[in-house]
């Protein structure tokens, strides 16, 4: 008969990929029970729809049955963590990703002004720069080189988010060397995703807001296969070129195994507005692309922005725009943050 250290000793040879460890040292064993010949306990996931969930389950069952015999009688329970009502995010309502394929189209733009519009709604937010490229957060928020706090719990250190303008912030740059070149930093990325997610305290919060990096590689794949992401906002730009990396990155979302739903498009940039003349609108990249492309992808337009110097400077000066009070340019983004809301509870409704 095997007792319970034994059988904690077998279940450390079984590996969660996706977190790159063993489930015992990943805290995924739950409330283990174990008696004469028999064996029962939770496996805690951060969701339980995922591939893993069952190539887990059976090593789990596999190496157990090799180390104490066919005739063990064995009951493993995969629970979610939202069920097990705990996990680092377990506080955390929504996870919103903001993607696209291309660069510089404003995603991270997007992400810090959609944080700060969602906390002008009310909402407890937080906001996750997991840009390896070149993280914007820092210089968005004016919080460069400051340093995140650290305490210990249970003998594990737990990240302390910084705050500023009530928004919870951590950034991939207080982590990983972005002078290195990227090769270097591609497998520290997604650990280095998981300590900002899994090992920050974050609290109670309504919205996590997470700023991607351009295209379709680990940090997202990571991202949906490991995390119970609510929801993606999409940012383009009219030009039709950007549609074709867009595209690719919505499919990528879509796709059965991932299954990140898509909230809505954000159309950046899409007309331009002189500041010394701010009744004009001139739709310089063309007009309407956002609306048919966002038909296309069979997702609603969340709304436009308009191209303003302002929103650079404000990005570079470590004040998003959206802080300004009753402009054009945040009443733009207060409508993001209410579309957002707004699709997020249809889509709850809808399950
Ligand atoms: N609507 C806008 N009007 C004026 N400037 C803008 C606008 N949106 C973004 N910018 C500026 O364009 C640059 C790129 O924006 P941003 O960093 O948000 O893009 P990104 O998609 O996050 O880029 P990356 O792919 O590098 O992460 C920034 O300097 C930003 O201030
Ligand atoms: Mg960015």
New binding site residues.
């Given amino acids: 008969m095997p007792d319970k250290s034994e059988v904690i000793e077998v279940l450390k040879g079984v590996i969660y990929f996706a977190k790159g460890d063993n489930i015992v040292d990943l805290g995924m064993l739950d409330g283990l029970e174990v008696a004469e010949n028999s064996v029962a306990f939770n496996l805690v996931f951060p969701r339980t729809d995922e591939p893993a969930v069952n190539i887990v389950t059976n090593s789990a069952t596999k190496a157990l049955k090799e180390a104490f015999g066919e005739g063990l009688n064995l009951r493993i329970s995969p629970i979610s963590e939202k069920e097990k009502g705990r996990g680092p995010l377990a506080g955390v309502k929504y996870i919103v990703a903001v993607a696209?394929g291309?660069?510089?189209?404003?995603?991270?733009?997007?992400?810090?002004n959609l944080a700060v519009a969602l906390s002008r709604t009310g909402a407890k937010v937080g906001l996750v720069d997991a840009?390896i490229?070149?993280p914007?957060v820092p210089i968005m928020f004016g919080v460069e080189g400051e340093q995140p706090g650290v305490y210990e719990r249970e003998g594990k250190p737990v990240i302390v988010p910084i705050e500023k303008y009530g928004i919870k912030l951590l950034s991939i740059g207080f982590f990983v060397d972005t002078s290195k070149p990227l090769v270097w930093r591609g497998p520290m990325a997604t650990s280095a995703l998981n300590q900002l997610l899994g090992d920050a305290d974050w609290g109670v919060l309504d919205f996590l807001v997470i700023?991607l990096?351009?295209g379709t590689g680990d940090i997202q794949l990571t991202l949906a296969q490991s995390y119970s992401v609510t929801g993606a906002v999409v940012?383009t730009t009219p030009q039709k070129v950007a549609h074709a990396d867009v595209r690719r990155a919505a499919s990528m979302f879509n796709q059965e195994k991932l299954h990140i739903p898509l909230l809505g498009l954000v159309e950046?940039?899409?007309y331009f507005v002189p500041e010394d003349a701010p009744e004009k609108k001139y739709f310089i990249f063309g007009k309407g692309h956002g609306e048919s492309f966002a038909a296309e992808l069979g997702i609603p337009v969340l709304g436009q922005?308009?191209?303003?110097?302002?929103?650079?400077?404000?990005?570079?000066n470590g004040s998003p725009i959206a802080l300004e009070v009753d402009s054009d340019?945040s009443k733009s983004f207060d409508q993001i943050a209410h579309a957002v809301r707004n699709r997020i509870t249809a889509l709850l409704l809808q399950k």
Avoid at 102 to 112: D, F, I, P
Avoid at 305 to 316: H, K, L
């Fill in positions: 696209s291309k660069g510089g189209v404003g995603k991270s733009t997007v992400a810090a840009d490229y070149g914007s700023d990096p351009p940012v950046n940039m899409a922005i308009p191209i303003v110097e302002r929103i650079t400077a404000a990005g570079d340019v």
